[in-house]
């Protein structure tokens, strides 16, 4: 299916994973709609910045506001779903936005896809809601569970979504990305954290070293997106988005020391360790559905994915703040 002709609206589009979106649907010649949180300063967040910013119709509101979510879907052939809350350890503090943002947000948002009869809802998933693993690799039929106010707003989310879809039809898929990095990424996130610290100083602070994820690079993930909202046999169903391959967070550190040929050591901080609870101790996807369904495997490697974001983040330290635990 060609792009040029389609109209489509990212939500989340200032965002990391949302901006990259953006972006590369432009490129394919779609007609880009970008509906980004309403800022009082007028800021498009990393669209601000964009290349593309006069081939984009940006809208600002907000996905906890029936009205202007229903205002920017309406006339829309597809939907990405991406805004959210994200930073686990700020989900400890204050539960309820998460609620009010990743669950009453994303109602919000089907309730408008369903009146504008949109032809695909792309709804963003998290491998967070898994959980530590009871088996790996973690296919889609794994059990849920709920180690952080984040993860449960999210299986929230995610089973709003299955409910519209069994319920009344509407033409869903579900992407779930395991961990994403890559430029734009925020320092909340444990990859630009070490490269953030690593080319900065000689003490890379971090929380437990021990537990494995499955990263990837955002172009991957976006590759992704954009498949599910092709696929022909995919409505209905949940997908990962994963390379299959664990790292943990102690040796990704230690290959970002080599590719930055840092000397830094590495000091845990116990205000960075999750309650003992709520660590997931070990991500790693089966991408045996996105293989079949979409055609899709990472093509950029995670260490030519991480010397890209390293690139990148050499060139903008100035919007980093080195010295401070971001949430």
Same mark, same amino acid.
């Given at each position: 299916?060609? @792009?040029?002709?389609?109209? #489509?609206? &990212?939500? /989340?589009?200032?965002?990391? $994973?949302?901006?990259?979106?953006?972006?590369?649907? =432009?490129? *394919?010649?779609?007609?880009?709609?970008?509906?980004?949180?309403?800022?009082?300063?007028?800021?498009?967040?990393?669209?601000?910045?964009?290349?593309? +910013?006069?081939?984009?119709? &940006?809208?600002?509101?907000?996905?906890?506001?029936?009205?202007? #979510?229903?205002?920017?879907?309406?006339?829309?052939?597809?939907?990405?779903?991406?805004?959210?809350?994200?930073?686990?350890?700020?989900?400890?503090?204050?539960?309820?936005?998460?609620?009010?943002?990743? &669950?009453?947000?994303? *109602?919000?948002?089907?309730?408008? %896809?369903?009146?504008?009869?949109?032809?695909?809802?792309?709804?963003?998933?998290?491998?967070?809601?898994?959980?530590?693993?009871?088996? =790996?690799? $973690?296919?889609?039929?794994?059990?849920?569970?709920?180690?952080?106010?984040?993860?449960?707003?999210?299986?929230?989310?995610?089973? !709003?979504?299955?409910?519209?879809? !069994?319920?009344?039809? *509407?033409? &869903?898929?579900?992407?779930?990305?395991?961990?994403?990095?890559?430029?734009?990424?925020?320092?909340?996130?444990?990859?630009?954290?070490?490269?953030?610290?690593?080319?900065?100083?000689?003490?890379?602070?971090?929380?437990?070293?021990?537990?494995?994820?499955? *990263?990837?690079?955002?172009?991957?993930?976006?590759?992704?997106?954009?498949?599910?909202?092709? %696929?022909?046999?995919?409505?209905? @169903?949940?997908?990962?988005?994963?390379? /299959?391959?664990?790292?943990?967070?102690?040796?990704?550190?230690?290959?970002?020391?080599?590719?930055?040929?840092?000397?830094?050591?590495?000091?845990?901080?116990?205000?960075?360790?999750?309650?003992?609870?709520?660590?997931?101790?070990? !991500?790693?996807?089966?991408?045996?559905?996105? +293989?079949?369904?979409?055609? @899709?495997?990472?093509?950029?490697?995670?260490?030519?994915?991480?010397?890209?974001?390293? +690139?990148?983040?050499?060139?903008?330290?100035?919007?980093?703040?080195?010295?401070?635990? =971001?949430?």
């Amino acid at each position: 299916m060609s @792009w040029v002709g389609k109209s #489509v609206l &990212v939500t /989340g589009a200032g965002g990391f $994973i949302g901006s990259h979106l953006v972006e590369r649907l =432009v490129s *394919l010649g779609a007609t880009t709609k970008a509906f980004v949180h309403y800022r009082s300063d007028g800021s498009w967040g990393w669209l601000d910045r964009s290349r593309y +910013k006069e081939d984009i119709e &940006v809208l600002a509101g907000d996905v906890r506001d029936f009205g202007s #979510v229903s205002s920017a879907i309406a006339n829309t052939d597809v939907v990405f779903h991406l805004a959210a809350l994200i930073a686990i350890p700020y989900s400890y503090r204050s539960p309820m936005s998460f609620v009010e943002t990743n &669950v009453n947000g994303t *109602l919000n948002v089907l309730q408008a %896809c369903r009146l504008a009869n949109v032809q695909r809802l792309v709804h963003t998933s998290t491998s967070e809601v898994y959980g530590t693993a009871q088996q =790996v690799p $973690i296919s889609e039929s794994h059990p849920l569970q709920a180690q952080s106010p984040y993860a449960a707003s999210k299986i929230a989310a995610d089973k !709003l979504v299955e409910s519209f879809h !069994l319920s009344f039809g *509407l033409p &869903v898929v579900t992407v779930r990305p395991f961990n994403t990095f890559g430029p734009r990424q925020s320092s909340r996130a444990v990859t630009p954290t070490i490269i953030m610290q690593a080319l900065t100083g000689d003490t890379v602070r971090l929380g437990n070293l021990h537990p494995t994820r499955d *990263l990837n690079y955002v172009e991957n993930i976006i590759d992704g997106f954009v498949r599910a909202a092709l %696929c022909k046999d995919g409505i209905g @169903w949940t997908v990962n988005l994963g390379s /299959g391959v664990e790292v943990s967070v102690g040796d990704l550190a230690k290959l970002i020391f080599t590719l930055v040929d840092a000397k830094a050591v590495i000091q845990v901080e116990g205000h960075r360790v999750r309650p003992q609870g709520s660590e997931v101790d070990r !991500l790693i996807a089966d991408n045996a559905s996105a +293989k079949e369904r979409l055609d @899709w495997e990472p093509a950029v490697s995670l260490e030519e994915g991480l010397r890209l974001t390293v +690139k990148w983040m050499r060139e903008h330290l100035h919007k980093y703040r080195p010295d401070e635990y =971001v949430l």
